[in-house]
């Protein structure tokens, strides 16, 4: 079983402290959700647990199975099996989608068995495809650079296919349901469900809104207000969010 920990974490960006004293675990198999206001600290959430430079780490601890990996860059947690897909994804110029992902699949087993056989481009372009099936997406985006010229809802199911690719241990999903449409978004929640169920993956899945979780149902909801998370429950949880917003949990300062 794998289990990220975050552990009393506090940190910061420009002297401005964001997160104040996070406390969660997540385990295989688990989904949790995380919901909150705007500002409230849920993006950055993600990226100081990936390692994103912009975030100092001023206290606490993050470990995936029991090792401390606050310290490691972004490709070293990535090479461990953490993976996060952005609210809004980078293009790359120059860099297609399909060599993107098989380096990336290629230093990630590597990382992880020294002994693993390298994955050949004709050997991966049945992969790349079966996950292009699962996403709906057009054959041709794969020959692409990343996100170059991509809808807004073509960037996202490009993020879930890449978890299709890696499989990682444990996947941050940092709003991958804003700017989706109705249908996008039954897809790559479909989608999102079909992994979970065949990879038994723990995934932290940051939202706005109830909708994506009347598709995906979570183990577990937070609400986070002010770097904080203030409370946790069941699906039921979101489902009280969604008939009396936040105002209800969240005390504002006077």
């Known amino acids: 079983m794998d289990t990220l ?25 688990e989904i949790h959700a995380i919901m909150g206001k ?14 994103h430079p912009k975030y100092k ?33 980078t293009e790359i110029q120059g860099v297609t989608l399909n060599n993107f992902l098989r380096l990336a699949k290629n230093t990630n087993a590597k990382a992880q068995n020294k002994k693993a056989k390298h994955i050949s481009p004709s050997e ?32 996202k199911r490009a993020e ?6 890696l499989k990682p241990r444990i996947a941050l999903l940092d709003e991958i349901d804003s700017g989706l449409d109705i249908d996008a978004l039954k897809t790559v929640a479909k989608a999102i469900k079909r992994l979970h169920k065949q990879t038994k993956c723990g995934i932290l899945l940051i939202t706005h809104y109830q909708r994506i979780l009347n598709y995906i149902t ?29 105002e209800k949990f969240v005390k504002e300062p006077a």
């Open 57 to 89: 780490i001023t206290e606490g601890k993050i470990k995936l199975n029991g090792k401390k990996i606050e310290k490691l860059p972004a490709n070293k947690r990535a090479n461990l099996g953490l993976f996060l897909a952005f609210q809004n994804p």
């Open 160 to 165: 879930i296919m890449q978890m299709a690719v």
């Open 5 to 29: 920990e975050i552990i009393a974490l506090r940190a910061e960006t420009n002297k401005t402290e964001i997160l104040k004293g996070i406390n969660l675990k997540i385990r295989s198999g």
């Open 124 to 155: 991966f372009l049945q992969t790349i495809s079966q996950s292009m099936d699962l996403l709906e997406m057009d054959k041709k985006l794969a020959g692409r650079s990343v996100n170059e010229g991509f809808s807004g809802g073509e960037k």
């Open 218 to 246: 979570p183990d577990f909801v937070h609400i986070i207000s002010n770097g904080k998370i203030i409370k946790s429950g069941d699906k039921k949880l979101a489902q009280k969010l969604e008939k009396h917003g936040y």
């Open 38 to 51: 705007n500002g409230s600290g849920k993006s950055t959430l993600c990226n100081v647990v990936m390692g």
